[in-house]
């Protein structure tokens, strides 16, 4: 807990106001006051809130109430930010965005990690913020984008699967609707008729669509020999679903799903997948914020960063 500014004052026998002209850096007070304040506010471990607000970053989430919503790719973007920001001497505050008009001045910019309805639906919020905003991997007309490239992640997976001998693709997203869905469609779309080769039926596999289990048995009356599985937390869901189903991998079907750290390498086989480069990400997200701080980046813009294909056991040659 912060000490207050009056104890500090009485500490050193000064006023509040002079207290006051130490942390601001104005002209007249004494280098003895000046080195007593800065000492006493050191024991104290007190924090004037200009410094605070130079050095508060607050990732703004859909519900606070509910952090299951940091699942997947948001718990592993998540942790990237707060280890970049952190380690470059930021203090993080996660902040639900129905509170986000409380944050004012101190706070110096803000990420958003929140799904694009939300997002709309706060936008008279947002808008109120005079701070900088940077989304990841959603878009946002206030704020900077920071995005992986998702079409050209879905055409490094079938590339790899047209190079196996594969030709009847499928692929399963976890939201089809949303900026990233649409972006990995049109890889899709686009890929397939590169390679001359007739696109599948998109499944929607998003809690509020249908269960993963539902999609996949559906999936499979068409027999397709592989499919692309798209969204870090679908990965758990999609391997229980084959495995009620008694769908062999690589066998039966050819598997790349999106890479999770914690769970992609375990799976058996170990799943062959499009990976985001979440260090990247967290690391543009702070060069992104210092630069607009500083005035230098102040047009809200997107920057797209490619994914990289880790191949394992998940997809079979034919």
Request: overall charge positive; glycine content about 6%; proline content about 3%.
């Amino acid at each position: 807990m912060r000490s207050d500014i009056n104890l500090i004052a009485e500490k050193c026998g000064v006023s509040k106001a002079t207290v006051s002209r130490v942390f601001t850096g104005k002209a007249g007070v004494r280098d003895e006051i000046k080195k007593k304040v800065l000492e006493a506010a050191r024991n104290l471990n007190y924090m004037p809130k200009q410094v605070a607000a130079q050095e508060n970053i607050a990732i703004i989430v859909s519900d606070l109430a509910n952090l299951n919503f940091f699942s997947g790719f948001y718990s592993m973007i998540a942790m990237g930010i707060i280890t970049e920001f952190t380690r470059s001497g930021y203090q993080i505050k996660i902040i639900g965005i129905s509170e986000a008009d409380t944050l004012g001045g101190y706070t110096k910019a803000a990420i958003l990690l929140t799904d694009e309805k939300t997002m709309e639906e706060n936008m008279g919020k947002l808008k109120n913020l005079s701070i900088p905003m940077v989304t990841i991997n959603k878009t946002c007309s206030l704020a900077h984008s920071i995005c992986s490239d998702h079409a050209q992640g879905i055409e490094l997976a079938i590339a790899h699967m047209v190079q196996n001998g594969h030709e009847k693709i499928a692929i399963v997203l976890d939201n089809a609707k949303n900026w990233a869905g649409k972006e990995r469609v049109s890889g899709y779309r686009k890929t397939m008729e590169k390679y001359k080769l007739k696109p599948m039926s998109e499944y929607d596999a998003s809690f509020h669509n249908r269960s993963m289990t539902e999609t996949m048995a559906i999936l499979m009356k068409s027999k397709p020999s592989a499919v692309i599985v798209c969204g870090e937390g679908l990965t758990a869901r999609f391997s229980y679903a084959v495995n009620l189903l008694n769908i062999r991998i690589p066998d039966d079907i050819s598997v790349i799903s999106c890479e999770r750290y914690d769970l992609s390498q375990w799976l058996s086989p170990p799943h062959t997948t499009i990976s985001q480069n979440v260090s990247e990400l967290s690391t543009t997200a702070l060069e992104l914020i210092r630069d607009t701080i500083a005035g230098k980046s102040e047009i809200p813009h997107m920057t797209l960063l490619p994914n990289q294909l880790i191949i394992r056991e998940s997809v079979k040659k034919i």
